[in-house]
């Protein structure tokens, strides 16, 4: 099972995503042979050259590519943002939870809720948790948005204090 690596230009990756296959990636977030960068650690974003965005790298494992002739073991960059990452990978939902820890989450709330969206909320976040990036930040952060002009229904926010990564949003 190999894993994304996430960071930002100029320094080397801060996160790393859950283990996925290497068939998982090119299904889902079409990664292709020729997308391959090396097989030892990468040196091209150890100076950001006036770039200011992230880069997202595919790291295969062993198991992985021994049968394919056109798979090799080393690091592959993704030519996608990190939000459309987890947009592909939504359909993962609670697949991985048992993998790794499951982080505690603040609460963000400027009015008051109700217990059944607040219950319904917290489901949500604990579902989406795998869809993170490992990072750094010990907690999470869930915030409620109640419904407001047009919108009928609460929005909810689940974040990474330090912004490690694009935060998760839906609709109750």
């Known amino acids: 099972m190999g894993k994304l690596l996430s960071g930002k230009y100029g320094s080397g990756p801060d996160a790393e995503s859950i283990p996925l296959s290497l068939k998982e990636c090119n299904q889902k977030l079409n990664l292709k042979p020729n997308d391959f960068v090396s097989e030892?650690?990468?040196t091209f974003f150890e100076k950001s050259f006036g770039s200011s965005g992230r880069y997202l790298l595919f790291l295969t494992d062993e198991a992985d590519v021994k049968d394919s002739s056109v798979w090799k073991t080393g690091y592959y960059l993704l030519p996608l943002d990190a939000k459309d990452v987890l947009a592909a990978l939504d359909k993962r939902k609670g697949g991985a939870s048992g993998e790794r820890e499951i982080l505690p989450i603040d609460w963000e709330t400027q009015v008051d809720s109700p217990e059944?969206?607040?219950a319904k909320a917290m489901t949500w976040a604990r579902e989406s948790q795998?869809?993170?990036?490992?990072?750094?930040?010990p907690r999470l952060s869930l915030r409620l948005y109640p419904?407001?002009?047009?919108?009928?229904?609460?929005?909810?926010?689940?974040?990474?204090?330090?912004r490690c990564q694009p935060p998760l949003t839906t609709l109750l």
Do not use: D, E, M, Y
């Open 40 to 42: 030892g650690a990468p």
């Open 116 to 118: 059944h969206i607040k």
């Open 130 to 137: 795998p869809l993170f990036f490992k990072c750094v930040c």
């Open 147 to 162: 419904p407001w002009a047009l919108r009928q229904r609460w929005k909810v926010r689940l974040r990474c204090p330090k």
